[in-house]
């Protein structure tokens, strides 16, 4: 396949044309590059990246726009670390370099951002220093710095920023760039520089990347396709590829967006730059381009000369090891949540993987055993283990287990697998959640876990099992009840049993099935309004709005928040969402209780003023807070995921995978 051929680079040589491309992490303990980040490098090196570009480090003391975000100067060691990781397995090892600009931060380095123009930024609104020519040409001056650092420290080569949080990207672009002297009359002028700078500092043998958003989707003053064709032409002399990337200041999530935009949406852009360079340099797609089979065929198509696969690569670090083993079914699939891999905000998370807990981790977690190993590895449970529970926590353990050579017999009381993951996955833009319930159930019938769907198991039939018991039964619906009254009939559903009605599980990769409106999901076109209670803010009740007005339904969606969907903002999908949702025409109820629920209404009191309005809905769906299982299941069995306590996802798995653990390792959880 044309995503395992070797790619040409400046006189070196990609092993395949598979990039892990640089993304914020976290993992540094202060702006300098350790031992968590040579793990985590090294990690996808071995499993297959043919190039790894090593997260982007600032090139100027200016720019400090995240607590942990890599200082190039204090770099060299931990690029070194990581080059020499990564060598190894034949990777090519990029540092990239950057400069935040005006979409930085003044939070940790106390003073002004700088950028071209006095263009506030858009979360912050802080006003940055307009530069001034000695302040242009620090910032170039460190470019050329850095990037000579980076090759002495082994690095095969660099790549500049212009894409997004970009100071180059905003000298380019006239949203940004608003001078008068010559920096603003040639705005490619200060990128021409900054590329001349680091190959002088690289070297004429070091590799030299651009990453270059060529649709800022701001079309009244920003870059568009149409101009990114002229500028890539422009400046492919200076480089040795081109990354194809879209966004800008006022649509950051663009760049990365989550599971609600299609995976692949940057191609035919993609192709539109490639068609104006004409082979002057080698392309890489970019944009949610998470499908091996997808990657394949955008360069068979002529779309792109690479592919960076980073969040693929995240969820899976083994994706092109297994690519060339012939197994592309086992690879484990990014379902596109950005709710552990997007980490650039105040909390300073360690980047990780909802699907793939040791992502990020990789410098404590046990190792993963080759991908070659047809045989499970390590040493297996002498007694046969039981899982309760087939969704994705008792999936993993039963995965887990059965990779340890345990005997593992999973028993599930509905009669499919895969438990929330297949009911949120019918909600809008989380389609993708069906695939790693999918996935987890073909590993396991492949590693001989016995299946039993439809068989209920009590508290005695743990009690009477002869061998070590995990018990993943999921949570329940809480009372609905608990925060308002509900006159009698009058209607109320839970998130939970709307979505399980809309529609049926999308189809998958390699499934003939097709996804289509059940009855139930019809009928709810002809129902009247509805009112969607979202007390968590978090992608739930959002999801149930989009999904019910997509059906027809009349929908007001109430939070006690300031603004709908508030947790949102750590996935990158606040802003999207209130967009998505007044595209809708579903009506907003903001710092609002629910305090009744009638028959043909409800009533809302404002948090602040106390007054109560009456709104004429015919229905209310709760999308509050769950509780774990109640059940009295003996103190002997290991609990893991959302019986415990309803979470997300991500402690579903990562409970379910260290419950395996804890059996093989001949310990206790509780």
Same mark, same amino acid.
């Given at each position: 396949m044309r995503l395992l051929e070797p790619l040409a680079l400046r006189g070196r040589t990609a092993p395949n044309r598979l990039m892990f491309g640089p993304h914020e992490t976290n993992l540094g303990w202060d702006r300098s590059l350790g031992e968590r980040h040579v793990a985590y490098y090294e990690r996808?090196?071995?499993?297959?990246?043919?190039?790894?570009?090593?997260?982007?480090?600032?090139?100027?003391?200016?720019?400090?726009?995240?607590?942990?975000?890599?200082?190039?100067?204090?770099?060299?060691?931990?690029? @070194? !670390?990581? =080059?020499?990781?990564?060598?190894?397995? $034949?990777?090519? /090892?990029? &540092?990239?370099?950057?400069?935040?600009?005006? +979409?930085?931060?003044?939070?940790?380095?106390?003073?002004?951002?700088?950028?071209?123009?006095?263009?506030?930024?858009?979360?912050?609104?802080?006003?940055?220093?307009?530069?001034?020519?000695?302040?242009?040409?620090?910032?170039?001056?460190?470019?050329?710095?850095? @990037? !000579?650092? =980076?090759?002495?420290?082994?690095?095969? $080569?660099?790549? /500049?920023? &212009?894409?997004?949080?970009?100071?180059?990207? +905003?000298?380019?672009?006239?949203?940004?760039?608003?001078?008068?002297?010559?920096?603003?009359?040639?705005?490619?002028?200060?990128?021409?520089?900054?590329?001349?700078?680091?190959?002088?500092?690289?070297?004429?043998?070091?590799?030299?990347?651009?990453?270059?958003?060529?649709?800022?989707?701001?079309?009244?003053a920003g870059i568009t396709p149409e101009a990114a064709a002229g500028l890539a032409t422009e400046l492919a002399s200076l480089v040795d590829y081109l990354v194809v990337v879209r966004g800008a200041i006022f649509s950051v999530a663009s760049t990365r967006p989550d599971g609600h935009d299609p995976a692949g949406f940057n191609l035919e852009l993609t192709r539109q730059i490639r068609d104006a360079l004409a082979g002057a340099v080698p392309v890489f797609a970019q944009g949610s381009i998470v499908d091996a089979d997808q990657a394949e065929w955008a360069l068979g198509e002529g779309m792109a000369d690479a592919v960076e696969m980073t969040r693929a690569q995240i969820a899976d670090p083994d994706l092109g090891a297994k690519l060339a083993a012939g197994a592309p079914e086992r690879i484990r699939p990014c379902v596109l949540c950005n709710q552990r891999c997007k980490v650039r905000d105040n909390r300073n998370p360690l980047v990780s993987c909802v699907v793939e807990p040791s992502a990020g981790y990789e410098w404590s977690d046990p190792p993963s055993p080759p991908v070659a190993d047809a045989a499970p590895a390590g040493p297996a449970p002498a007694e046969a283990v039981l899982v309760v529970g087939g969704g994705v926590s008792g999936l993993e353990a039963a995965r887990s287990l059965a990779s340890a050579g345990a005997e593992v017999t999973l028993r599930e009381r509905s009669p499919r697998l895969g438990g929330a993951a297949l009911v949120a996955a019918k909600g809008a833009g989380r389609a993708r959640l069906w695939s790693i319930a999918a996935w987890l159930e073909a590993e396991c019938r492949r590693l001989g876990v016995r299946l039993e769907t439809g068989v209920a198991v009590t508290p005695d039939d743990v009690a009477a099992w002869p061998g070590p018991v995990i018990v993943a039964t999921g949570g329940v619906d809480r009372d609905v009840r608990a925060d308002y009254t509900v006159a009698g009939g009058a209607s109320v559903s839970s998130a939970a049993d709307v979505l399980s009605r809309l529609d049926a599980p999308p189809p998958g990769p390699g499934d003939d099935r097709v996804a289509t409106t059940t009855p139930g999901a019809r009928r709810a076109a002809n129902q009247g309004p509805v009112l969607v209670w979202d007390p968590i803010g978090g992608p739930v009740g959002v999801s149930v709005a989009e999904s019910l007005a997509a059906a027809g339904r009349t929908v007001h969606l109430a939070t006690p928040d300031f603004i709908v969907g508030t947790m949102l903002s750590m996935s990158g999908d606040l802003a999207p969402a209130n967009t998505r949702l007044h595209q809708a025409g579903v009506t907003l109820h903001k710092r609002v209780l629910l305090r009744e629920v009638r028959v043909g209404s409800v009533v809302v009191e404002d948090r602040f003023s106390a007054e109560r309005r009456e709104v004429d809905v015919d229905q209310v769906v709760d999308a509050g807070h769950r509780l774990g299982d109640a059940t009295a299941w003996p103190d002997s069995a290991l609990s893991a995921g959302d019986v415990v306590a309803p979470r997300s996802l991500y402690e579903a798995v990562l409970e379910g995978r260290r419950a395996a653990q804890a059996v093989v390792a001949g310990g206790g959880m509780r």
């Open positions: 996808r090196a071995r499993g297959g990246a043919g190039i790894v570009v090593v997260e982007e480090a600032s090139v100027h003391a200016s720019d400090w726009p995240y607590e942990r975000a890599p200082l190039a100067e204090s770099c060299a060691p931990g690029w @070194a !670390a990581v =080059a020499r990781s990564c060598r190894t397995h $034949g990777a090519l /090892v990029l &540092a990239a370099l950057g400069h935040s600009g005006g +979409q930085g931060s003044s939070a940790y380095s106390q003073s002004a951002m700088w950028a071209p123009s006095g263009v506030p930024e858009v979360n912050t609104r802080e006003v940055p220093k307009v530069m001034e020519t000695d302040d242009i040409e620090a910032v170039v001056a460190g470019f050329r710095a850095a @990037a !000579a650092a =980076a090759v002495d420290a082994g690095l095969d $080569g660099v790549e /500049v920023n &212009a894409g997004q949080h970009s100071l180059v990207r +905003q000298f380019l672009s006239g949203l940004t760039n608003q001078r008068a002297d010559g920096y603003g009359s040639d705005r490619s002028r200060f990128a021409r520089e900054v590329l001349a700078a680091v190959r002088d500092g690289a070297g004429p043998d070091a590799v030299l990347g651009l990453r270059l958003s060529c649709d800022e989707l701001a079309p009244w």
